[in-house]
């Protein structure tokens, strides 16, 4: 029955995500909070797997989400749920290509879809950096400003968009040096 639901699941995920794998994130966080399947914070590393992974980003995720739910099994069908959706729309769209190319409102609908596919991207941004860069908990222990934010993660956060912006620096040897930082200051205790 879980496999059935997983199915489900990543097949609306799939047909709703318009904007790239990025756009799963807000199916995945109502997902977690709907099946607990997996928290919050497994998304954030499934973002940090799917981003220093080869592949799409989406299928990433879906492939990670559905190993957590169903081990192997679960994985490939998740992945395979959230492609099927957009190949039958892609096979349907490419049997009609020249009426969908020229359509008004076909133009106007991806209007639309634009800004709404950017705005679920930022939310679950959002989401994201409040698991990396924030610790509600130790604030809460502690009631001290200073406990509320996760300095490592915002100085490294920092200096890899600096290296991006400024540098242009290799996005693989951003990852690359994320994951040894990371590495390090777990054996460092830090």
């Given at each position: ?13 799939g ?37 220093s ?96 934010f ?41």
């Amino acid at each position: 029955m879980i496999y059935l639901r997983l199915f489900i699941e990543f097949f609306k995920t799939g047909l709703f995500s318009i904007g790239g794998g990025l756009a799963t994130l807000p199916f995945l966080y109502e997902m977690s909070n709907n099946t607990h399947w997996f928290s919050h914070a497994d998304i954030a590393d499934m973002i940090a797997i799917s981003e220093s992974t080869p592949g799409a980003i989406g299928v990433n995720m879906a492939t990670y989400a559905g190993y957590l739910t169903g081990w192997y099994p679960g994985g490939i069908l998740a992945t395979l749920a959230l492609a099927t959706g957009p190949t039958i729309i892609i096979l349907i769209i490419s049997r009609f290509l020249d009426k969908f190319r020229t359509n008004r409102h076909v133009d106007n609908a991806f209007y639309g879809l634009r800004p709404a596919s950017l705005a679920m991207i930022t939310a679950a941004g959002v989401n994201v950096a409040k698991i990396a860069l924030v610790n509600i908990n130790a604030f809460l222990e502690t009631h001290n400003p200073g406990s509320l934010f996760i300095w490592k993660g915002i100085i490294l956060a920092a200096l890899i968009f600096a290296a991006q912006k400024k540098l242009n620096a290799n996005p693989i040897a951003c990852i690359a040096v994320s994951a040894l930082v990371g590495i390090v200051f777990r054996f460092a205790g830090a």
